[in-house]
């Protein structure tokens, strides 16, 4: 039987410049399924991705494991190509080829248009390549598909006509561009081909029985899945969500057996040239797997047991993707109800709201002064009579002022019949009865048109927001007096360690005093959340486990500190490994490290490192966007700005460093004396963190850094 004992599915891309440093969608992305869970990882290029890809094979083959790897394009042509490029009629072939033409950069930039610009050369007609975007320079590859002719290749291979959505491998730009992926790709698994040799092949060409087997595979084969139940526990970005449900549902396959038959469905008359989607064939078994309970118990709403795995063969996860994973693992814990308006500043909304009325209901005046009809107004400078009464806010004038008439008009009365203008105060003479301007007003000038801000009905603000007192402001001018807004998520705050005391209780000097509960305290209250005291316990498995057991009805989240790492008192982390849902993160960030993360009985728990230092950047890193989002808001990034140096340092590669930070008066970010992680004295003289990036760094007086404010933490 073929198993597996990893399954890593590759969502490539054919981008020529490299993706965002935030993960988004159009990018590459890797799902990773295993026993210990699954997990998706970003990366920006594909030289990255490749790298990601050899280290995990090492890994894997270090450890006597098995893995599939997918990748997302072609792996062959339609039958007729391979011997025309290359003399032989087979897909290997044409990897090599193109491995000996292609050119991809570090940063992405490739010359994949001047190489199927040369393939086309060589083939009769015009084609088959087609559809480059009108500012690349390959004249022989045409921009619309129907310019081709006479190339003598089908669209599509034998399999694509099973599979109606695929997109033709001939088209290289726009929507499901395959062909450029392709180009691209193979070069890529060519090197691992040669790199590996014995110990991996390609699947239909070669055996599946190697350790490594690489496949080509199609994501959208579960979109009949993708859109359902399944994907609400997903990840918001829809690729990501897709490779690591894809991951998921072949690790299963290979689990409950059916991968086998994936694997024989490889059919048709020219496989050696054109390959194989795995998974076509055996739709049933694939959509039946992604169901599977293994699969689906992600989607129960609590933090899902295995998100917090680590990819097998990454030793330090960067800051970003420990994020990423628990960003894609969070779901809402918090229950709703409706508050009056007065309640309602720092509340998240649980619906979006519309406006009760327009703003302004009616049109006003925006001015103090005299309201006329445009119309009725002659060329040059006018002079009009004034007619009796006056339109205030609250007041409005009832009657209607006749054409060629004025009115005495004040800042937010309702505009009179008869009146479309308004003239400033200070820009009329009056004398006589009568109001004398200049030339020159517009039509409709000074006024406010009903619902110019805001029209009756219209959305005003959006479920998971977070209600400002601007917001208070807008909701009461549209007349909403109340709101469905998300209950105040109850935040439980455990301490731990034997030398844990409350602070003041003894003068001994073994002990120390209790700083992370009032500092967790205050800061998810600020955040909006309701702290629940979960006391202190010491360092005793049973007394934890029970604290914890008991906790659980009156929490919807635990933040510990103290006891995550390795050593024989750290009993959070030993505990929440006996439930089976932990997986300590070693995080690669300084302050911080050890940050585990679990679920006890239903309930997310961020066990928090002990040393406070560390506990704080791992809380407004980690703790608050997480909180955020069960508390029903949104994922937030924290506010960022880039300021110069006061300071030098020397920053070695491979983990984010936050150091405590505040700005001089120039604007200069100068940091702690200390980086010593107990100087808790450093936090107060701190105004914020500067981040340094993953990467070694030499920062000298005057370079740019960022700098992370406390104020945009909420604190
Ligand atoms: P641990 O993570 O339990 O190994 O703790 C790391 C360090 O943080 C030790 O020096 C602990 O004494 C200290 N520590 C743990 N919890 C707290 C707390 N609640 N307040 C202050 N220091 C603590
Ligand atoms: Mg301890």
């Known amino acids: 039987m073929t198993r597996f004992d990893t399954v890593l599915v590759v969502d490539w891309s054919a981008r020529s410049a490299p993706s965002p440093r935030k993960p988004s969608a ?16 970003y990366k920006r290029t594909r030289a990255e991705a490749a790298t990601f890809v050899e280290d995990l094979i090492a890994a894997e083959l270090a450890a006597g494991r098995r893995m599939l790897i997918g990748f997302d394009f072609p792996f062959g042509f339609p039958a007729g190509f391979a011997e025309r490029l290359t003399g032989h009629r087979n897909a290997f072939a ?27 050369s060589l083939f009769p007609g015009t084609g088959p390549f087609w559809r480059r975007p009108a500012s690349v320079d390959a004249k022989g590859v045409p921009e619309r598909g129907s310019n081709r002719a006479g190339h003598g290749l089908s669209e599509r291979r034998f399999v694509e006509r099973r599979v109606k959505s695929a997109q033709s491998v001939w088209k290289l730009h726009a929507t ?9 790709g193979l070069p890529r698994l060519w090197q691992l081909r040669q790199r590996y040799a014995g110990q991996l092949s390609v699947w239909p060409f070669e055996t599946n029985r190697t350790p490594i087997v690489l496949a080509e595979i199609y994501p959208s084969l579960l979109a009949p899945i993708v859109t359902g139940a399944i994907s609400m526990a997903g990840h918001p970005i829809k690729g990501a969500h897709q490779v690591r449900l894809l991951s ?12 086998e038959l994936a694997f024989d469905a490889a059919e048709g008359p020219d496989l050696v040239e054109e390959g194989w989607i795995l998974g076509v064939g055996a739709e049933t078994e694939l959509l039946d797997a992604a169901r599977s309970p293994a699969s689906t118990s992600r989607s129960t709403p609590s933090l899902r047991n295995d998100c917090f795995a680590l990819p097998a063969g990454v030793n330090w996860v960067p800051v970003d993707q420990a994020l990423e994973s628990l960003r894609a693992s969070l779901s809402v814990m918090s229950g709703t109800h409706d508050l009056p308006l007065a309640e309602l500043r720092g509340r998240t909304l649980a619906q979006d709201v519309n406006a009760a009325r327009a703003n302004p209901p009616a049109a006003n005046s925006a001015v103090d002064g005299y309201g006329v009809s445009f119309g009725s107004l002659g060329p040059g400078a006018q002079t009009l009579p004034l007619a009796d009464g006056r339109a205030a806010a609250g007041e409005p004038f009832t009657g209607k002022v006749p054409p060629g008439q ?31 301007f200049q030339a ?21 603000l959006k479920r998971g ?98 006891g995550v790492s390795a050593g024989d008192e750290d009993h959070v982390s030993a505990l929440l490994k006996e439930s089976g849902s932990l997986s300590t993160w070693r995080v690669a960030v300084k302050p911080g490290r050890p940050l585990a993360l679990g679920v006890w009985k239903g309930v997310p728990v961020f066990g928090l490192p002990g040393n406070p230092v560390a506990a704080f950047v791992c809380s407004l890193i980690f703790a608050r966007p997480a ?31 936050y150091l405590r930070a505040r700005l001089t008066a120039e604007g200069h970010a100068e940091v702690f004396r200390s980086e010593g992680s107990g100087r808790i004295s450093g936090l107060s003289w701190a105004t914020g963190l500067v981040e340094l990036d993953d990467a070694s760094r030499t920062i000298q007086v005057g370079d740019l850094v960022r700098f992370l404010p406390f104020a945009g933490f909420g604190i």
């Open 26 to 41: 159009d990018a590459i992305w890797l799902g990773i399924a295993g026993a210990a869970g699954t997990d998706q990882i």
């Open 94 to 120: 044409v990897w090599e080829w193109l491995a000996g033409k292609i050119r991809d950069e570090a940063d992405n930039k490739n010359n994949r248009f001047e190489i199927a610009d040369r393939i086309n």
């Open 176 to 184: 499901g561009s395959v062909g450029s992926q392709s180009l691209m």
């Open 248 to 259: 998921r549902a072949l690790f299963e396959m290979s689990e409950l057996g059916t991968l």
């Open 406 to 436: 004025a009115i005495r008009i004040l800042t937010g009365a309702l505009l009179p019949d008869g009146v479309d203008t308004v003239v400033l105060q200070e820009d009329v003479e009056i004398a006589d009865g009568k109001v004398a």
């Open 440 to 460: 020159g007003i517009r039509s409709g000038a000074n006024t406010r048109k009903a619902g110019e801000d805001v029209e009756a009905g219209a959305e005003i």
């Open 465 to 562: 927001r977070r209600l400002s007192p601007q917001d208070c402001a807008l909701l009461a001018a549209t007349g909403c007096t109340h709101a469905r807004v998300f209950t105040r998520l109850r935040a439980g705050l455990l301490s731990t360690g034997d030398e844990v005391v409350e602070p003041g209780s003894t003068e001994a000097a073994a002990k120390t005093y209790d700083a992370n509960r009032p500092m967790l305290s205050a800061l998810v209250s600020a955040w909006g959340h309701a702290a629940v005291d979960l006391g202190h316990v010491g360092d005793d498995r049973n007394a934890l486990r029970e604290r914890l057991d008991g906790s659980v009805p009156d929490v919807d989240v635990i933040l510990t500190s103290g």
């Open 627 to 657: 909180l955020e989002v069960m508390g029903g808001g949104q994922w937030s990034e924290p506010l960022a700005m880039t300021v110069p140096a006061a300071f030098e340092k020397r920053k070695k590669a491979g983990r984010r460093e």
